[in-house]
């Protein structure tokens, strides 16, 4: 038993090791020479393209304001979600591009872009927003049709006579 390693110093010197690193590699912001930062969010068939700055709180999908091309206050509550969440509501402008999908998947897709690009400007809101799940991209897709199927599962109506 006295043969044990004990120590990380004792670690590296058996090992022939100088230093052992036990810092977590620190994250640097990516901004671009606008000071903006870029991300692309994805959710169904929808795809966002989203860029970030210091601002007021605007957010603008596709030229128009946010309150016009999502009109659903529901969707206007999913793109908010990220600021509320990191706790940094008001303080960024947000220009977003949308192609793809229909309304939710493309407020999903903004969701996700905003997020990436939050955590890719100030890499210290990253924590609160992995816990959210808002980094992670919703994987779930429509399922096809398949041949001799009504629908992705249904099948026609079975008679008996």
């Given at each position: 038993?006295?043969?044990?390693?004990?120590?990380?110093e004792?670690?590296?010197?058996?090992a022939?090791?100088?230093?052992?690193?036990?810092?977590?590699?620190a994250r640097?912001?990516?901004?671009?020479e606008?000071?903006r930062?870029?991300?692309?969010g994805?959710r169904?068939?929808?795809?966002?393209?989203?860029?970030?700055?210091?601002?007021?709180?605007?957010?603008?999908?596709?030229?128009?304001d946010?309150?016009?091309?999502?009109?659903r206050?529901?969707?206007?509550?999913?793109?908010?979600?990220?600021?509320?969440?990191?706790?940094?509501?008001?303080e960024?402008?947000?220009?977003?591009?949308?192609?793809g999908?229909?309304?939710?998947?493309?407020?999903?897709?903004?969701?996700?872009?905003?997020?990436?690009?939050l955590?890719l400007?100030?890499p210290?809101?990253?924590?609160?927003?992995?816990?959210?799940?808002f980094l992670?991209?919703d994987s779930?897709?429509v399922?096809?049709?398949?041949?001799?199927?009504?629908?992705?599962?249904?099948?026609?109506?079975?008679?008996?006579?």
């Open positions: 038993m006295a043969d044990q390693i004990n120590t990380l004792e670690l590296s010197a058996v022939g090791v100088e230093t052992v690193a036990e810092e977590v590699i640097e912001p990516v901004r671009d606008l000071g930062s870029y991300a692309t994805k169904k068939d929808a795809v966002a393209r989203v860029w970030i700055k210091p601002g007021s709180g605007k957010v603008t999908v596709n030229g128009k946010q309150d016009k091309y999502f009109a206050p529901v969707l206007q509550l999913i793109l908010r979600q990220p600021f509320q969440v990191a706790g940094v509501e008001g960024f402008d947000v220009v977003a591009t949308v192609k999908g229909g309304l939710t998947g493309q407020a999903g897709a903004v969701k996700h872009g905003i997020s990436k690009a955590q400007y100030d210290s809101l990253r924590g609160a927003l992995k816990a959210a799940g992670t991209r779930r897709v399922e096809r049709k398949k041949y001799g199927k009504r629908k992705a599962r249904r099948s026609f109506q079975f008679s008996k006579r």
